[in-house]
């Protein structure tokens, strides 16, 4: 027989200070998506709840073409022998107009591209969605290490 | 070339790095491999007496009941007791 105990209010000390700030930053919200999205930031720290950070990325998904881009939370999972238990991670950016640009280009292009790449389509998902692709010069990137490019939200509920 | 914060926090850093310092560059097994300590590697997100076939059971459990990992790590004690930690601000305990 295995017992298994779910203790929450690990890190609490960490995620009030962070929810102080969030909270701080949610007034200078640019509209009521990112207010929305902040709100569910809070109560996802707060409580612990997956749940409400899944809620949060689909309202993130729904900022389009944000001046200011960030995202926060326990988000890639590359550390975890199992790839369930993900780091912390938050960043602050700033979109780059010009190059983001460019990058969109690629993806108008890429229903056509996908065609001529080298593997075959059971690598390929069935139907593509077009990203909302952007150039971040980022003001500030807490976690272990700073990705050169990063494809967010993971959870497959949002995608 | 040292910052102004090397003069005032220069214990502080000797205290903290005397004790990871070793372990960051230590290349010898168990400790220059991300994984299970049954397959000779060490994980922040496991106690060392978590095994494979530990975090496998306890994820089946854990899937079962609903709730998605990203935010825990796991601890265990003794034989057959399991600590799933949750990162929150609210502390509560449910034991399944």
Not at chain 2, 12 to 31: H, Q, V
Not at chain 2, 32 to 44: E, P, Q, R, W, Y
């Amino acid at each position: 027989m295995v017992q298994v105990k779910f203790q929450y209010g690990e890190f609490a000390p960490f995620l009030r200070d962070l929810n102080k700030y969030l909270a701080e930053a949610q007034k200078h919200s640019a509209n009521e998506i990112q207010s929305k999205m902040i709100e569910e930031y809070l109560e996802h720290f707060k409580t612990g709840c997956m749940t409400k950070h899944i809620d949060s990325q689909k309202l993130w998904i729904q900022d389009k073409g944000p001046i200011i881009e960030t995202n926060i939370g326990f988000i890639e999972s590359y550390l975890d022998p199992l790839k369930i238990r993900a780091e912390f991670e938050g960043f602050v950016a700033v979109v780059n107009q010009e190059e983001s640009l460019i990058l969109n280009k690629l993806v108008e292009g890429a229903n056509t591209t996908l065609k001529y790449l080298t593997w075959g389509e059971a690598f390929e998902c069935d139907v593509f969605r077009k990203p909302d692709f952007t150039s971040l010069d980022v003001l500030a990137f807490a976690s272990s290490g700073i990705p050169i490019g990063i494809n967010i939200p993971n959870y497959n509920e949002v995608r | 070339m040292a910052t102004p914060y090397w003069s005032t926090h220069q214990a502080d850093f000797e205290k903290i790095y005397s004790r990871i310092g070793k372990l960051i560059f230590n290349a010898e097994t168990p400790y220059a491999h991300i994984d299970f300590s049954d397959k000779h590697g060490t994980s922040g997100y496991y106690s060392k007496s978590v095994t494979s076939a530990d975090a496998e059971l306890v994820k089946e459990l854990t899937i079962s009941k609903g709730i998605k990992s990203e935010n825990n790590r796991l601890v265990k004690q003794g034989d057959k007791e399991f600590i799933v930690k949750i990162a929150s601000i609210d502390a509560k305990e449910e034991i399944i």
